[in-house]
């Protein structure tokens, strides 16, 4: 399995297919580089190359103060080294769209293009109350079919999602053993989050306004309780050029299979290879 080690000593997991145009896949606060499964089949002409965070996945854990959105974004900085790439475009969801502005700001030579999902540079209160909820805790439920009959009542502003795709979805996020499941990452990683949340919030505007000159993807669930439709518009304010959609029917995180946001992400990907 391709790995690669970074600066600090940790090995990192991540996958490398296809040819075309280099995307770099950046995850949520607590996934991996399945985030990204359902989009994989519509993707063509692109070389897709998605990494696993230290401590998620299967990479490394390492301490939990390094899981921050800075030494995150080194980490992908080192991974395009590793892989001999002075660019690639980003498709950042949550946490990997903050690590996406965060590139532009510090490394932006090394980004060809940037499409946030469901993210922006202002996070609403709610949806970060659900997160503190849940993060570095196992769930009570036993096994994955109680996990996945349970999740349309646990996953806001989710509708018409089919059974299939909350099975699928509770595999991605946890192992299934005798004691019933299990997160698929470090828990400290709440540690880390929590202790950052002491600290006052930072303007995050600045980082986005970085993006500037680079073509922006943005999309936003309709019923998302992190990006609220008030940032989403000021973001299109910001950028009038942003390809921007809005996914009906789904709250914090899109899949990414949804016409709607195919559609925009096909129109950002025709318009990088334009470059």
């Known amino acids: 399995m391709p790995n690669f080690t970074t600066s600090d000593g940790l090995s990192l997991f991540y996958t490398d297919e296809g040819e075309g145009l280099p995307l770099l896949c950046l995850a949520g606060l607590t996934r991996d580089h ?21 401590g ?8 939990h103060e390094t899981y921050t959105i800075p030494v995150e974004a080194r ?9 001999g790439l002075e660019q690639a475009a980003i498709l950042g969801t949550s946490r990997g769209g903050l690590i996406a502005m965060m590139l532009a700001a510090t490394a932006k ?7 946030l999902n469901d993210i922006g540079p202002e996070i609403a209160d709610e949806g970060m109350e659900v997160i503190r909820g849940y993060l570095g805790r ?10 996945a009959e349970a999740r349309p009542g646990v996953m806001a502003g989710f509708e018409d999602v089919p059974p299939e795709r909350w099975d699928a979805e509770v595999r991605k996020h946890y ?13 400290l990683l709440r540690d880390a989050v929590l202790n950052s949340g002491a600290q006052p919030m930072p303007d995050l505007w600045p980082l986005f306004d970085a ?13 998302s309780n992190l990006l609220s439709e008030a940032t989403f518009a000021e973001m299109q304010e910001r950028r009038p050029d942003m390809i921007a959609a809005t996914i009906p029917g789904r709250g914090h995180v899109p899949f990414l299979d949804e016409p709607e946001a195919l559609t925009a992400l096909g129109r950002w990907l025709d318009m990088l290879r334009a470059e």
């Open 175 to 187: 192992r299934e053993g005798p004691d019933g499941l299990s997160i698929r990452y470090d828990p």
């Open 211 to 223: 993006l500037k000159g680079l073509p922006l993807c943005a999309l936003r669930g309709a019923n």
């Open 75 to 83: 980490d992908a900085v080192e991974l395009l080294d590793h892989l």
């Open 34 to 54: 399945h985030d990204f499964d359902y989009l994989v089949p519509h993707l063509s002409d692109v070389r897709l190359i998605r990494l696993d965070y230290r």
């Open 56 to 63: 998620r996945g299967q990479s490394e854990w390492g301490p």
């Open 138 to 147: 196992n769930p009570t439920w036993t096994s994955y079919a109680e996990a």
């Open 109 to 115: 030579p090394r980004i060809s293009g940037v499409a």
